[in-house]
Structure formats: structure tokens, C-alpha cells
């Protein structure tokens, strides 16, 4: 199998810092890149297009997010690219979570995708709860779900 780039959808569960690592560790095995995408919830969504959250906040959220990704791959020795995405969308009823999981593995011609598998806890910035399935029926990629 030939592996150039892993991309791990993440937001800010617990969960998603695992399957980073398990992304990292995939792409040091196959001399890739990982591609950290930050998937931000329907809340989140919402209250920036209503103007109702400090974009700081939202920036630092996903800071941590690339902090916590780029110092897993440097443990690994692999490089990290990060983005953020819009989970949902207020305009178009076929725009979540898996589909945006989806969307960006095509945009970025990604060869593996590890998609965090989450428990149903309810908190607002666990957002691929439900992506897990959606991806693993739907990709043309291989996927590995931690």
C-alpha cells in the first residue's frame, strides 16, 4: 500500500488526541505526512455565523488542536499540516460531519484517513460522534477508526 498522506478529522475530545497518535504512528510506518482537520460542531457554526463567539476563542481552540497534533508527529518524526472546517452548515442540509471528513480527504488526495470512533457524551465540541460510521460506509480510502 502506497501512504502519502493520513488525514485524522479531530475536535476537542480526548478521542481525537488518539487517533492523531494512531495517525502519526500510520504515517511514520509509511514515510507519510498527517493532515489534522478541525471539524468545528453545529454550536460553534452557528453562534460564529450569528457573531455570538469571540473568533479568539474559537482560534484558540484550534491551536490547541495544532499544538497537541505537531507534538505527537514529532515524536513520530512526521510532518503535520492543520485546517478547520465547518461541520455543518445553515445553508445546505447534506453539509456534516462525515461529508466534510469526506470532502477534504478528496481535496487533499488523501491515501488513509483515522477517524476517531466517540462515545455519545453530548458536549458540544464532540462533533464526530456520529462521522466514525458515515466515513467507514462511504470512503474510497482505507480507514482506520480508533
Do not use: C, W
Amino acid at each position: 500500500m502506497d501512504v502519502n498522506l493520513v488525514l485524522v478529522p479531530v475536535d476537542r475530545s480526548e478521542e481525537s488526541t488518539n487517533a492523531v497518535e494512531h495517525a502519526t504512528a500510520v504515517a511514520a510506518k509509511y514515510d507519510a505526512t498527517v493532515h489534522a482537520v478541525h471539524v468545528l460542531g453545529e454550536d460553534v457554526v452557528r453562534a460564529i455565523e450569528n457573531g455570538a463567539v469571540d473568533e479568539d476563542d474559537v482560534a484558540a481552540d484550534s491551536a490547541v488542536i495544532e499544538r497537541t497534533a505537531g507534538d505527537l508527529a514529532e515524536r513520530y518524526g512526521v510532518e503535520v499540516a492543520t485546517s478547520v472546517a465547518y461541520g455543518f452548515s445553515t445553508q445546505s442540509k447534506l453539509r456534516h460531519p462525515g461529508s466534510v471528513i469526506l470532502d477534504t480527504a478528496d481535496a487533499l488526495n488523501a491515501d488513509f484517513i483515522v477517524v476517531p470512533r466517540e462515545p455519545m457524551s453530548g458536549d458540544p465540541g464532540e462533533v464526530l460522534a456520529k462521522a466514525a460510521e458515515y466515513v467507514l460506509l462511504y470512503a474510497s480510502q482505507p480507514v482506520l477508526s480508533v
